[in-house]
């Protein structure tokens, strides 16, 4: 017997997953070769104010996330760095389970329009200067 949620394998007699409260199956094929990932990559960033708002909508929408975030996340990725004394730049990333990544595309795309939005607008109010050297009037 199997968790189609974790891949777990139980012995016979068991019927539910003890972790993820899901009833077993007795292959994991019987679970569906396309089965949702456990957790989906959502957003990986160098903005730690983008993180913080996307995890704030998450929140609101009442979406489960995972976030992971530092300046050794490559020691995570690739055990074999662990001798690496100097911090890479900052980098975070959000996953959420795989059943919930429809609805949650559309809040990080709405994220970034409204991103892209205020950006535009702040060089509006302030343009960068101009590279000819000249001063404007």
Avoid at 49 to 57: G, T
Avoid at 117 to 129: F, Q
């Amino acid at each position: 017997m199997f968790c189609p949620n974790c891949r777990e394998e139980y012995r016979e007699g068991f019927y539910r997953c003890g972790e993820c409260q899901v009833d077993l199956v007795h292959t994991l094929e019987a679970a569906g070769a396309a089965a949702e990932p456990a957790l989906a990559p959502l957003l990986e960033t160098q903005h730690p104010d983008l993180l913080h708002e996307l995890v704030d909508r998450l929140e609101a929408a009442e979406i489960p996330y995972a976030v992971q975030a530092g300046t050794g996340l490559s020691h995570l990725e690739r055990p074999t760095l662990l001798d690496q004394t100097r911090p890479e730049p900052w980098r975070g990333l959000v996953w959420v389970p795989g059943a919930c990544l429809e609805r949650a595309r559309p809040i990080l795309d709405e994220l970034r329009r409204s991103a892209q939005d205020s950006e535009r607008a702040r060089r509006r109010i302030h343009p960068p200067p101009s590279s000819g050297g000249e001063v404007p009037e």
